[in-house]
């Protein structure tokens, strides 16, 4: 029952908080929306093509996007001087068709972007949804933009297909989310059977008490780069999926929605981690170490309620390790294949968050082999559910995990395998600045200590193969992420994120084998009396329960650029009216911030605060200023705002105060300042530090453009 009303507070904590400024629909506003679930309709438009499929030499279907009521569709080219281009087409509602626009049957097309030898793609593109276009898709499940809805997504129940209405729903995020939270729960109570009765109130605990950690001292920012172009995948499926609209149809901030899916799934991690190491290291004392572990880690804490990625990662991925130990392992043999129908979820999930994650195809069909806990030897697989097994972690990895990585990633790979990533590894290994579970910022000292005698203890004792499983996990993720080194040793720390799971498996081994040691030193010393016996321990776990305070500047510490323009745009975001235009400069592909953060979702329909129009760094022989942003700057719309961002200064020649595009923008309309911030110069991401130089001080600053005086 404690867990089960545990569960209820957690998903309490889960759902967004709703956005009392966010712009209501107005009720002049008649544009047509284009509501989730309609995605196979608009594949339709571009057959015989699907995405992926190349149109012309060099040139592929890249992807489409929604918003509001235009569909744009993007052409991916070769890659040039170290960048892509893109072409980008647009459809719209032919009532709102943009000037220019091509009338097709029901859509209006427009052709956004043609860079050079794009041509052909384009033609190719145009032609099939022109002969596709057949007038029907503004025709069924019309919703207008200022329509008052009584159910989500603008459409009655009953005039739903069955087959779309279950998809949208299996694809929705939080389904996932309380599939994860449901099986954790179970899984949690079936390990506690037979365990010592303090456990079934420890691990109860442990959760409220990482919950409070989390919730208090887990820093709400962006600490992922590109935060404003890339979304997580477990948030967006909640931010476009049904059960939002359901339970929250007011309005929601795209940016709450993706820190508030991290700081969920960072809430579970303690239930995660519990029951995979109860599964692994077979002891209920090593799994409650590492469920605490995870709990107070500062490591874990500071992406916590972040953008990170790897938090929901670490959960997802090791709900999956424990559902393969059941599957393979469990005593009972409905259980077992009930782990075995779920396992795939999870693990589809793992793969679609980060291309690195396919390391853990081989460690999760390694688990099957592993049958050594860190006391005694573990129950014996079952041979016809561990082949069931193999086949549907190897069905999901090369159907799914593979192809995704290649396609996208390709380059990157041949890269990583190559003597320079091990060289690379090689020195982070040994680095107390680069190697964050060395660095005294991030992981507390003692139990890195402890990390190290269990694994020493583990050899010792004779089990080689939970060693070999557990020191060659953390060295293969450790190898692979040296393929990156950032500057910045904050940034280094996200990417160790994924060295927590086995470094805390080595703590809780660690803290088995001192605990073994403590007893056997009381036996055999006359000194070691019952009370100095209890103070030993009882100093110990006050060491692990201070560790937040004590490492608070690790878990607290955002004060660098990336991170200050975050706070920065989302402080101010509230000053710019709705439907007014943002111009900014985004360099070489930072995204505008902007489009991002006036990103929000009121019962399933995606709406945006702004009309951002982004200018990107001019190519060799290219005017600063493009034509469309000139015109608009000649002729500025009645509500103007530019933005001089981080770019302004990140993409430029280090001998100059801002990019000169920056500079031009003063030179075409008058400024007046709406808002700035200024603070001393750390760089995080160091895509964003190029151009920075000896640059001290940097001044992000918004501006209201209006008409220079004739």
Known sequence: MGLLALALVLLSVLLPRPVAAAPAGSSADTRPVIVPGREAEITALFQPHAIGDELAPGWRLHSFGINVGTINVWIEGPETEGQRGYAQVSLDHLDHAPPGAQALTGFALQVIEQPPGSEAAVATLVGAITANDDGAFWGTNVVYAGEPREYPFGFELDHMRLGSMIELWLRDGLVFLLFVTAVLIVMAVDTLRGAPR???????????LGAGLRVGLSPTVALAPWPYTRLLVPAGKIFHGPGLALLHPDPVWLSDVVTGTELAFSLLAPLAIFAHVRYLLDDHRAAIVAALVVAILPLHLRFSHS??????????????FALVHQATRGKSKLGGWIALALVGFPIAVVYQLRP????????????VF???GVRTDKQKATPARSIATFLVILLVTFGLGVPQLLEGFGDQVNEGMSLRTVTSALMVVVSPRLNALLNPVFSPPLLTLLAVWGAIDLWRRGRRRLFAFVVGWLLAFLIAHAYIIPDSMYMQARYHLHLIVPYMLLVACGADAGLRWLDDARARKPWLTQRRYQLLRGGALAYVLASPLIHLHGIRNVALNDVQEWMFVHEVREQIPAQCTVLEYTGVGAGPRFARVGIWIENGVQRERYDVVEILQAKQGEPELPDHVRALLEDPPACLYWYEGLPCFAYKDVSEPKAPVCRAIEGFVTLE????????????DENLAFGLGELDQIELRLFRAYRKPE
Do not use: K, M
């Open 307 to 320: 953008d990170a990625g790897f938090i929901s990662s670490i959960t997802i991925s090791s709900t999956a």
């Open 356 to 367: 690195l994650n396919i390391l853990y195809c081989p460690l999760l069909l390694a688990t």
């Open 370 to 372: 592993v049958d050594q």
């Open 198 to 208: 303090w456990h079934r109130w420890a691990l109860p605990g442990i959760v409220v």
């Open 673 to 684: 300042e709406v808002a700035a911030t200024r603070f001393a110069s750390r760089p995080y």
